[in-house]
């Protein structure tokens, strides 16, 4: 009976080690993401005259500046930039409802990183809805920015994840200016003394270090 009972102890023991090391690998307390950074945004609206470009635009450049912690094994999820862009039929469509790929460029220090230790990064651009009464969200609009982070290659064959979204509110007289011309043809910026915009992102999902 004596050594059933140790037996028990020591199952119990290792059991409250091995919920205690899922806990830590799973809520460890981390900083808050890096603040994204800005560095372009344009939004642009044709003249709407006939035998015009009739299309509506909005670009930006968005970068995650520094690696992100991936999970145990894993070496950290690398730095990214990414070019988006979402144009729409100006007039007779809206942007809203549409999540649009951004194309993704690696930094510099993450080119320098070996392919044993590569992740993939995905950004997406969403232009959200601000002021139903607008003709076109090109002076006034919400943007959405999320990156998903998938990582594979980890020493014992986990494989790790994250996505990660910001939203930043941008108007012209607030943080945008630019000009109509006299054809109709407007084309709004992000203020240059901005540049960078910080946003901050919030993780919404998490498999590894979360």
């Known amino acids: 009976m004596r050594y059933s009972s140790l037996t028990l102890t020591l199952a119990s023991l290792l059991a409250l080690a091995s919920s205690v090391a899922t806990r830590q690998r799973s809520t460890k307390d981390l900083e808050p993401p890096t603040p994204w950074q800005v560095t372009r945004l344009t939004t642009g609206q044709p003249s709407g005259r006939p035998g015009s470009n009739p299309l509506a635009h909005v670009f930006a450049n968005i970068t995650n500046p520094s690696p992100i912690p991936a999970g145990p094994g894993a070496a950290p999820f690398a730095a990214s930039s990414a070019n988006c862009s979402v144009d729409w039929a100006f007039g007779t469509a809206q942007p809203y409802g549409g999540v649009h790929e951004c194309t993704t460029v690696p930094t510099a220090a993450a080119e320098d990183r070996s392919p044993a230790s590569a992740s993939s990064s995905k950004w ?57 011309g006299g054809s109709g043809v407007c084309a709004w910026d992000l203020k240059e003394e901005l540049i960078p915009l910080l946003i901050q992102p919030t993780i919404v999902a998490c498999e590894g270090t979360c």
């Open 124 to 180: 997406t651009i969403e232009i959200l809805e601000t002021d139903p009464s607008l003709y076109a969200p090109t002076e006034k609009l919400d943007v959405r920015f999320t990156l998903t982070l998938t990582s594979s290659l980890t020493v014992d064959g986990s494989a790790y994840s994250k996505v990660l979204v910001a939203t930043q509110h941008f108007e012209v007289g607030d943080n945008m200016r630019g000009i109509c």
